[in-house]
Protein backbone atom coordinates (compact mmCIF):
# COMPACT_ATOMS: atom_id res chain seq x y z
CA UNK A 1 0.00 0.00 0.00
CA UNK A 2 1.19 3.58 -0.51
CA UNK A 3 1.08 6.26 1.49
CA UNK A 4 0.27 8.84 -0.75
CA UNK A 5 -1.41 8.64 -4.32
CA UNK A 6 -2.22 12.06 -6.31
CA UNK A 7 -4.49 11.51 -9.45
CA UNK A 8 -5.75 13.82 -12.26
CA UNK A 9 -2.71 15.69 -12.25
CA UNK A 10 -0.77 17.91 -14.96
CA UNK A 11 2.81 16.65 -14.43
CA UNK A 12 4.71 19.87 -15.94
CA UNK A 13 6.99 18.69 -18.45
CA UNK A 14 5.29 15.40 -18.54
CA UNK A 15 2.31 15.06 -20.96
CA UNK A 16 2.26 11.32 -20.88
CA UNK A 17 1.92 11.30 -16.88
CA UNK A 18 -1.07 12.47 -14.63
CA UNK A 19 -0.14 10.01 -11.74
CA UNK A 20 2.37 9.76 -8.97
CA UNK A 21 2.58 7.82 -6.25
CA UNK A 22 4.12 8.30 -2.75
CA UNK A 23 5.65 5.63 -0.20
CA UNK A 24 8.27 6.03 2.51
CA UNK A 25 8.70 9.89 1.09
CA UNK A 26 10.06 8.73 -2.19
CA UNK A 27 8.27 8.86 -5.46
CA UNK A 28 7.77 5.18 -6.63
CA UNK A 29 5.20 5.99 -10.13
CA UNK A 30 5.28 8.71 -12.42
CA UNK A 31 2.57 7.67 -15.46
CA UNK A 32 -0.69 7.51 -16.22
CA UNK A 33 -3.74 6.90 -13.80
CA UNK A 34 -3.57 3.35 -12.10
CA UNK A 35 -5.96 2.01 -9.31
CA UNK A 36 -3.28 2.28 -6.34
CA UNK A 37 -4.12 1.03 -2.43
CA UNK A 38 -3.11 3.97 -0.42
CA UNK A 39 -3.16 5.59 3.14
CA UNK A 40 -4.61 9.02 1.41
CA UNK A 41 -5.44 9.63 -2.61
CA UNK A 42 -5.80 12.89 -3.77
CA UNK A 43 -7.54 14.47 -7.34
CA UNK A 44 -6.02 17.46 -7.94
CA UNK A 45 -8.62 18.25 -10.86
CA UNK A 46 -5.68 19.39 -13.17
CA UNK A 47 -4.05 21.31 -11.23
CA UNK A 48 -0.19 21.12 -12.14
CA UNK A 49 2.32 19.28 -9.89
CA UNK A 50 6.13 20.04 -10.20
CA UNK A 51 9.40 19.46 -8.13
CA UNK A 52 9.68 21.49 -4.84
CA UNK A 53 11.60 24.65 -5.69
CA UNK A 54 15.26 24.87 -4.40
CA UNK A 55 16.54 27.97 -3.55
CA UNK A 56 20.49 28.12 -3.96
CA UNK A 57 21.26 31.40 -2.36
CA UNK A 58 19.12 32.31 0.37
CA UNK A 59 19.34 34.38 4.03
CA UNK A 60 16.45 32.73 6.10
CA UNK A 61 17.33 34.80 9.27
CA UNK A 62 17.09 37.82 7.54
CA UNK A 63 13.79 36.62 6.36
CA UNK A 64 12.32 35.95 9.38
CA UNK A 65 13.93 39.38 10.99
CA UNK A 66 12.83 41.89 8.07
CA UNK A 67 9.04 40.30 9.05
CA UNK A 68 8.98 40.47 12.39
CA UNK A 69 10.67 43.73 12.79
CA UNK A 70 10.60 47.02 10.15
CA UNK A 71 9.83 45.48 6.78
CA UNK A 72 10.28 48.41 4.15
CA UNK A 73 10.53 46.31 0.89
CA UNK A 74 7.07 47.40 -0.18
CA UNK A 75 7.29 51.24 0.10
CA UNK A 76 7.10 52.46 -2.90
CA UNK A 77 8.37 56.86 -2.05
CA UNK A 78 10.63 57.82 0.80
CA UNK A 79 7.80 59.41 2.32
CA UNK A 80 5.85 56.60 2.73
CA UNK A 81 9.20 54.60 4.15
CA UNK A 82 10.03 57.38 6.57
CA UNK A 83 6.37 57.39 7.84
CA UNK A 84 6.61 53.90 8.00
CA UNK A 85 9.61 54.03 10.19
CA UNK A 86 8.14 57.00 12.39
CA UNK A 87 5.10 54.82 13.28
CA UNK A 88 7.38 51.68 14.29
CA UNK A 89 9.45 53.51 15.98
CA UNK A 90 6.86 55.31 18.08
CA UNK A 91 5.71 52.00 19.20
CA UNK A 92 8.54 49.98 19.41
CA UNK A 93 9.82 48.44 22.88
CA UNK A 94 13.03 47.64 20.80
CA UNK A 95 16.60 48.60 22.25
CA UNK A 96 17.20 49.64 18.83
CA UNK A 97 14.85 49.62 15.77
CA UNK A 98 16.31 47.61 12.98
CA UNK A 99 14.65 47.92 9.52
CA UNK A 100 15.28 46.10 6.40
CA UNK A 101 14.65 46.52 2.38
CA UNK A 102 14.79 50.01 1.46
CA UNK A 103 15.56 50.70 -2.12
CA UNK A 104 16.10 54.24 -3.34
CA UNK A 105 16.12 53.28 -6.65
CA UNK A 106 12.43 51.78 -6.88
CA UNK A 107 11.26 54.87 -5.63
CA UNK A 108 12.57 56.18 -8.91
CA UNK A 109 15.49 58.46 -7.05
CA UNK A 110 19.28 58.29 -6.61
CA UNK A 111 19.54 59.74 -2.89
CA UNK A 112 20.11 57.34 0.05
CA UNK A 113 18.15 57.59 3.32
CA UNK A 114 20.67 59.72 5.60
CA UNK A 115 20.95 60.32 9.62
CA UNK A 116 19.03 63.13 9.28
CA UNK A 117 16.37 61.94 7.96
CA UNK A 118 15.99 59.57 10.78
CA UNK A 119 16.99 61.94 13.51
CA UNK A 120 12.85 62.60 14.27
CA UNK A 121 13.44 60.58 17.38
CA UNK A 122 16.23 59.68 20.33
CA UNK A 123 15.76 56.05 19.75
CA UNK A 124 18.51 54.96 17.77
CA UNK A 125 17.42 53.59 14.39
CA UNK A 126 19.71 51.45 11.99
CA UNK A 127 17.90 50.54 8.57
CA UNK A 128 19.37 48.04 5.63
CA UNK A 129 19.20 48.80 2.34
CA UNK A 130 17.65 46.32 0.61
CA UNK A 131 21.33 44.20 -0.69
CA UNK A 132 22.20 43.77 3.01
CA UNK A 133 25.61 45.68 1.89
CA UNK A 134 24.36 48.79 3.09
CA UNK A 135 23.00 50.35 6.50
CA UNK A 136 21.69 53.90 7.41
CA UNK A 137 22.34 54.97 10.84
CA UNK A 138 20.62 57.44 12.78
CA UNK A 139 22.49 60.35 15.33
CA UNK A 140 21.74 58.39 18.25
CA UNK A 141 22.36 54.62 16.65
CA UNK A 142 25.87 56.05 15.71
CA UNK A 143 26.26 57.67 19.54
CA UNK A 144 25.32 53.92 20.54
CA UNK A 145 27.53 52.34 18.53
CA UNK A 146 30.90 54.66 19.01
CA UNK A 147 31.20 55.04 15.32
CA UNK A 148 30.14 58.02 12.89
CA UNK A 149 30.18 58.15 8.90
CA UNK A 150 29.16 61.05 6.67
CA UNK A 151 25.38 60.96 6.29
CA UNK A 152 24.96 57.96 8.41
CA UNK A 153 25.82 55.75 5.52
CA UNK A 154 27.67 52.64 6.37
CA UNK A 155 28.60 50.18 3.74
CA UNK A 156 30.45 46.43 3.84
CA UNK A 157 33.53 46.46 6.53
CA UNK A 158 31.98 49.61 8.08
CA UNK A 159 28.46 48.11 8.64
CA UNK A 160 29.65 44.64 10.09
CA UNK A 161 31.58 47.21 12.74
CA UNK A 162 28.11 48.16 13.93
CA UNK A 163 25.99 44.56 13.02
CA UNK A 164 26.37 44.02 16.93
CA UNK A 165 23.61 47.13 17.42
CA UNK A 166 21.01 44.71 15.21
CA UNK A 167 21.69 41.31 16.79
CA UNK A 168 18.76 39.62 17.88
CA UNK A 169 18.33 37.68 21.31
CA UNK A 170 17.74 33.94 21.54
CA UNK A 171 13.44 34.34 21.38
CA UNK A 172 13.58 36.73 18.60
CA UNK A 173 15.88 34.15 16.37
CA UNK A 174 13.68 31.55 17.23
CA UNK A 175 10.58 33.71 16.39
CA UNK A 176 12.33 34.49 12.94
CA UNK A 177 13.20 31.22 11.42
CA UNK A 178 9.60 29.93 12.44
CA UNK A 179 8.36 32.84 10.38
CA UNK A 180 10.46 32.47 7.45
CA UNK A 181 9.85 28.42 7.59
CA UNK A 182 6.13 29.17 6.82
CA UNK A 183 7.08 31.67 4.15
CA UNK A 184 9.69 29.54 2.15
CA UNK A 185 7.50 26.93 2.21
CA UNK A 186 4.22 28.85 0.62
CA UNK A 187 6.13 29.67 -1.64
CA UNK A 188 7.14 26.36 -3.13
CA UNK A 189 10.49 26.08 -1.75
CA UNK A 190 11.35 22.67 -0.62
CA UNK A 191 15.31 22.89 0.19
CA UNK A 192 17.83 25.99 0.62
CA UNK A 193 21.26 26.66 0.35
CA UNK A 194 20.85 29.17 3.20
CA UNK A 195 24.21 31.68 3.48
CA UNK A 196 24.23 32.16 7.57
CA UNK A 197 26.35 32.31 10.51
CA UNK A 198 26.92 29.10 12.56
CA UNK A 199 24.66 30.02 15.30
CA UNK A 200 21.62 30.25 12.89
CA UNK A 201 22.21 26.31 12.05
CA UNK A 202 22.47 25.53 15.39
CA UNK A 203 18.54 27.33 15.65
CA UNK A 204 17.43 25.65 12.78
CA UNK A 205 18.86 22.02 14.04
CA UNK A 206 16.37 22.38 16.80
CA UNK A 207 12.88 24.26 16.19
CA UNK A 208 12.38 21.71 13.40
CA UNK A 209 12.87 23.90 10.31
CA UNK A 210 9.81 22.83 7.30
CA UNK A 211 12.57 23.08 4.83
CA UNK A 212 15.77 20.92 4.01
CA UNK A 213 18.55 23.31 4.79
CA UNK A 214 22.36 23.09 3.71
CA UNK A 215 24.24 25.86 4.65
CA UNK A 216 27.75 27.79 3.62
CA UNK A 217 29.09 29.61 6.31
CA UNK A 218 30.70 32.54 5.89
CA UNK A 219 34.47 32.09 5.43
CA UNK A 220 35.42 35.05 8.71
CA UNK A 221 33.37 32.28 10.90
CA UNK A 222 35.25 29.55 9.38
CA UNK A 223 35.76 26.41 12.42
CA UNK A 224 36.92 23.09 10.55
CA UNK A 225 35.69 20.78 13.20
CA UNK A 226 32.14 21.89 13.80
CA UNK A 227 31.33 21.41 10.06
CA UNK A 228 29.55 18.34 8.69
CA UNK A 229 28.49 17.29 5.41
CA UNK A 230 25.07 16.37 6.67
CA UNK A 231 24.34 20.02 7.26
CA UNK A 232 26.80 21.98 5.61
CA UNK A 233 27.45 22.77 1.73
CA UNK A 234 30.43 24.47 2.31
CA UNK A 235 32.02 28.37 3.00
CA UNK A 236 30.88 31.60 1.44
CA UNK A 237 33.63 34.41 0.26
CA UNK A 238 33.26 38.06 -0.87
CA UNK A 239 35.41 38.76 -3.49
CA UNK A 240 33.31 42.56 -3.65
CA UNK A 241 29.63 43.96 -2.69
CA UNK A 242 26.83 45.33 -4.43
CA UNK A 243 25.85 47.37 -7.51
CA UNK A 244 23.09 49.55 -5.29
CA UNK A 245 26.11 50.61 -2.45
CA UNK A 246 28.34 51.38 -5.05
CA UNK A 247 30.82 48.43 -3.57
CA UNK A 248 30.93 46.23 -6.71
CA UNK A 249 34.38 45.63 -8.68
CA UNK A 250 33.29 47.45 -11.25
CA UNK A 251 35.44 49.14 -13.77
CA UNK A 252 35.84 52.99 -12.30
CA UNK A 253 34.73 52.28 -9.20
CA UNK A 254 36.74 52.36 -6.41
CA UNK A 255 39.90 49.82 -6.26
CA UNK A 256 39.65 48.74 -3.60
CA UNK A 257 36.28 46.95 -4.50
CA UNK A 258 38.11 44.45 -5.28
CA UNK A 259 38.91 42.30 -1.15
CA UNK A 260 41.42 40.17 -2.69
CA UNK A 261 44.39 39.96 -4.96
CA UNK A 262 44.75 37.01 -7.08
CA UNK A 263 47.72 35.50 -5.02
CA UNK A 264 45.52 35.84 -1.41
CA UNK A 265 42.09 34.80 -2.90
CA UNK A 266 43.86 31.60 -4.42
CA UNK A 267 45.83 31.04 -1.08
CA UNK A 268 42.32 31.78 1.09
CA UNK A 269 40.48 28.95 -1.25
CA UNK A 270 43.53 26.73 -0.72
CA UNK A 271 42.75 26.29 3.23
CA UNK A 272 38.90 25.65 2.12
CA UNK A 273 39.17 23.12 -0.32
CA UNK A 274 41.79 21.24 1.14
CA UNK A 275 39.31 20.78 3.90
CA UNK A 276 37.52 19.00 1.43
CA UNK A 277 34.85 21.81 1.91
CA UNK A 278 33.70 24.16 -1.64
CA UNK A 279 33.24 27.59 -1.72
CA UNK A 280 30.46 29.91 -2.96
CA UNK A 281 32.32 33.15 -4.26
CA UNK A 282 30.11 36.18 -3.94
CA UNK A 283 31.07 37.90 -7.87
CA UNK A 284 29.25 40.93 -8.95
CA UNK A 285 31.11 43.68 -10.57
CA UNK A 286 33.13 42.80 -13.80
CA UNK A 287 36.29 42.71 -12.02
CA UNK A 288 35.30 40.04 -9.18
CA UNK A 289 33.32 37.72 -11.98
CA UNK A 290 36.59 37.56 -13.77
CA UNK A 291 38.85 36.82 -10.98
CA UNK A 292 36.35 33.91 -9.68
CA UNK A 293 36.33 32.79 -12.73
CA UNK A 294 40.26 32.25 -13.21
CA UNK A 295 40.75 31.51 -9.52
CA UNK A 296 38.11 28.49 -9.94
CA UNK A 297 40.18 27.18 -13.15
CA UNK A 298 43.07 26.77 -10.89
CA UNK A 299 41.18 24.06 -8.63
CA UNK A 300 41.09 20.71 -10.11
CA UNK A 301 38.72 17.63 -9.18
CA UNK A 302 35.70 16.96 -8.88
CA UNK A 303 34.43 19.33 -6.30
CA UNK A 304 31.35 22.13 -6.92
CA UNK A 305 31.59 25.29 -6.53
CA UNK A 306 29.70 28.25 -7.18
CA UNK A 307 29.88 32.06 -7.80
CA UNK A 308 27.12 33.66 -6.54
CA UNK A 309 25.19 36.32 -8.17
CA UNK A 310 27.42 36.76 -12.06
CA UNK A 311 25.79 39.83 -12.74
CA UNK A 312 28.48 41.54 -14.51
CA UNK A 313 29.79 39.17 -17.21
CA UNK A 314 32.20 39.85 -20.48
CA UNK A 315 31.61 36.91 -23.25
CA UNK A 316 35.46 36.52 -23.05
CA UNK A 317 35.41 35.60 -19.16
CA UNK A 318 31.83 33.60 -19.85
CA UNK A 319 33.83 31.08 -22.10
CA UNK A 320 36.71 30.38 -19.44
CA UNK A 321 33.80 28.27 -16.97
CA UNK A 322 34.81 25.04 -16.04
CA UNK A 323 32.10 22.09 -16.41
CA UNK A 324 32.57 22.15 -11.48
CA UNK A 325 31.61 25.67 -11.49
CA UNK A 326 27.95 26.72 -11.11
CA UNK A 327 26.67 30.36 -11.80
CA UNK A 328 24.44 30.71 -8.77
CA UNK A 329 22.19 33.58 -9.74
CA UNK A 330 18.93 35.33 -9.08
CA UNK A 331 16.26 36.35 -11.89
CA UNK A 332 14.68 38.85 -9.05
CA UNK A 333 17.30 41.00 -9.94
CA UNK A 334 15.82 41.90 -12.91
CA UNK A 335 13.40 43.86 -11.36
CA UNK A 336 16.61 46.42 -11.84
CA UNK A 337 17.20 45.80 -15.16
CA UNK A 338 14.67 47.76 -16.89
CA UNK A 339 14.69 50.95 -18.63
CA UNK A 340 16.06 53.88 -16.02
CA UNK A 341 16.48 51.32 -13.30
CA UNK A 342 19.44 50.34 -11.40
CA UNK A 343 22.00 48.94 -13.85
CA UNK A 344 21.24 51.54 -16.17
CA UNK A 345 21.46 54.62 -14.04
CA UNK A 346 24.67 53.09 -11.90
CA UNK A 347 26.58 51.41 -14.58
CA UNK A 348 25.85 53.58 -17.86
CA UNK A 349 23.99 52.39 -21.09
CA UNK A 350 27.31 50.08 -22.15
CA UNK A 351 25.72 47.09 -19.73
CA UNK A 352 21.80 47.99 -20.12
CA UNK A 353 20.35 44.73 -20.84
CA UNK A 354 23.75 42.66 -20.39
CA UNK A 355 23.96 42.20 -17.05
CA UNK A 356 22.29 38.63 -15.70
CA UNK A 357 23.04 37.22 -18.99
CA UNK A 358 21.19 33.53 -18.60
CA UNK A 359 20.19 33.21 -22.07
CA UNK A 360 23.71 32.95 -23.16
CA UNK A 361 25.04 31.38 -19.85
CA UNK A 362 22.20 28.21 -20.91
CA UNK A 363 23.38 28.50 -24.58
CA UNK A 364 27.33 28.19 -23.41
CA UNK A 365 26.14 24.96 -21.79
CA UNK A 366 27.35 26.38 -18.38
CA UNK A 367 25.57 25.07 -14.65
CA UNK A 368 22.98 27.44 -13.78
CA UNK A 369 21.52 27.81 -10.55
CA UNK A 370 18.66 30.19 -9.21
CA UNK A 371 18.31 31.29 -5.80
CA UNK A 372 16.65 34.41 -4.61
CA UNK A 373 18.70 36.15 -2.07
CA UNK A 374 15.29 36.82 -0.49
CA UNK A 375 14.79 39.58 -2.69
CA UNK A 376 11.97 38.89 -2.36
CA UNK A 377 12.12 35.09 -1.79
CA UNK A 378 9.52 33.62 -3.80
CA UNK A 379 10.75 31.58 -6.96
CA UNK A 380 7.75 32.40 -9.13
CA UNK A 381 8.44 36.29 -8.63
CA UNK A 382 11.90 35.51 -10.51
CA UNK A 383 10.98 33.05 -12.54
CA UNK A 384 8.50 35.19 -14.15
CA UNK A 385 10.64 38.10 -14.93
CA UNK A 386 13.31 35.80 -16.75
CA UNK A 387 10.45 34.94 -19.47
CA UNK A 388 8.81 37.88 -19.96
CA UNK A 389 12.35 40.15 -19.83
CA UNK A 390 12.56 42.18 -23.12
CA UNK A 391 16.52 41.65 -23.05
CA UNK A 392 18.24 38.67 -25.55
CA UNK A 393 20.76 38.48 -22.72
CA UNK A 394 18.64 37.54 -20.11
CA UNK A 395 15.18 35.80 -21.28
CA UNK A 396 14.80 32.17 -21.22
CA UNK A 397 11.78 29.88 -21.42
CA UNK A 398 9.54 28.27 -18.95
CA UNK A 399 11.60 25.21 -18.90
CA UNK A 400 14.54 26.53 -18.20
CA UNK A 401 13.71 28.54 -15.57
CA UNK A 402 11.65 25.95 -13.66
CA UNK A 403 14.88 23.63 -14.03
CA UNK A 404 17.19 26.48 -13.16
CA UNK A 405 15.35 26.65 -9.38
CA UNK A 406 14.86 22.69 -9.55
CA UNK A 407 17.58 20.20 -11.21
CA UNK A 408 20.20 23.12 -11.13
CA UNK A 409 20.05 23.70 -7.43
CA UNK A 410 19.80 19.63 -7.00
CA UNK A 411 23.39 19.62 -9.33
CA UNK A 412 24.89 22.58 -6.76
CA UNK A 413 23.94 20.44 -4.06
CA UNK A 414 25.14 17.05 -5.23
CA UNK A 415 21.72 15.65 -5.13
CA UNK A 416 20.99 15.47 -8.22
CA UNK A 417 20.31 11.73 -7.66
CA UNK A 418 17.51 12.75 -5.53
CA UNK A 419 16.07 16.47 -5.56
CA UNK A 420 15.04 18.43 -8.32
CA UNK A 421 12.91 16.17 -10.72
CA UNK A 422 9.08 14.60 -10.58
CA UNK A 423 10.95 11.04 -11.40
CA UNK A 424 10.49 7.40 -9.35
CA UNK A 425 13.46 7.00 -6.63
CA UNK A 426 13.37 11.44 -6.04
CA UNK A 427 12.19 12.65 -2.79
CA UNK A 428 8.42 13.58 -3.16
CA UNK A 429 9.09 17.67 -2.72
CA UNK A 430 6.62 18.49 -4.85
CA UNK A 431 4.85 21.93 -5.29
CA UNK A 432 1.03 22.12 -6.64
CA UNK A 433 0.41 25.08 -8.64
CA UNK A 434 -2.64 25.96 -10.50
CA UNK A 435 -4.07 23.85 -13.21
CA UNK A 436 -2.80 27.27 -15.80
CA UNK A 437 0.68 27.73 -14.16
CA UNK A 438 3.08 28.23 -16.70
CA UNK A 439 0.53 28.83 -19.68
CA UNK A 440 0.34 32.74 -19.25
CA UNK A 441 3.50 33.33 -18.42
CA UNK A 442 2.73 36.91 -18.06
CA UNK A 443 1.18 35.86 -14.32
CA UNK A 444 4.00 33.79 -13.38
CA UNK A 445 5.20 36.22 -11.08
CA UNK A 446 1.74 36.53 -9.22
CA UNK A 447 1.53 32.86 -9.12
CA UNK A 448 1.20 31.50 -5.86
CA UNK A 449 1.27 27.77 -5.01
CA UNK A 450 -1.68 25.83 -3.84
CA UNK A 451 0.28 23.24 -1.43
CA UNK A 452 4.40 22.08 -1.03
CA UNK A 453 5.33 19.04 0.42
CA UNK A 454 8.27 18.11 1.65
CA UNK A 455 9.00 13.95 1.25
CA UNK A 456 5.30 13.71 1.20
CA UNK A 457 4.65 15.51 4.22
CA UNK A 458 2.57 18.83 3.56
CA UNK A 459 4.52 21.85 4.76
CA UNK A 460 2.23 24.29 3.24
CA UNK A 461 -1.67 24.16 2.43
CA UNK A 462 -4.22 21.52 3.61
CA UNK A 463 -5.75 18.38 1.86
CA UNK A 464 -8.88 19.72 2.06
CA UNK A 465 -8.45 22.59 0.57
CA UNK A 466 -6.84 20.34 -2.36
CA UNK A 467 -9.74 17.94 -2.60
CA UNK A 468 -8.50 15.09 -0.42
CA UNK A 469 -10.52 11.60 -0.48
CA UNK A 470 -9.35 8.85 2.24
Not at 407 to 418: D, I, K, M, N, P
Request: net charge negative; glycine share 10%; charged share 25%.
Amino acid sequence: MFDLVLCNARVLGNEDADTVAVKGGRIVYVGPEVKFASTRAVDLHGLTLMPGFIDSHTHILNLGLSMNRLDLSQETTREDALEKTRKYASKSNAKVVVGYGWDETLWGEKDYITHKELDFTEKPIMLYRKDMHMAVLNTSAMKLSGISREAGVFSEESMRDVQWLSKPDDAEITAALKSAGFRAASEGITTVRDILEYRTMEFLMKIGFPVRVFGALYDREYARQNLTKERWWGIKAFLDGSIGSRSAAHEGWAPDNLKFSSEALRNHLEMFWKAGMPVAMHAIGEMAVNQAVQALADQKGPMRNSIEHFELVEPETLEKVGDSTILSSQPNFLQWSGKGGLYENALGKGWFGRDNPFRVILDSGKHLAFGSDTMPIGPNYGIGLAVNSPHHYQKITLQEAVSAYTEGGAFLLGRECCLGRVKEGYFADLVIQGEKYGKDTKGIRLEKPVATMREGILTFGTWDSIGSRS
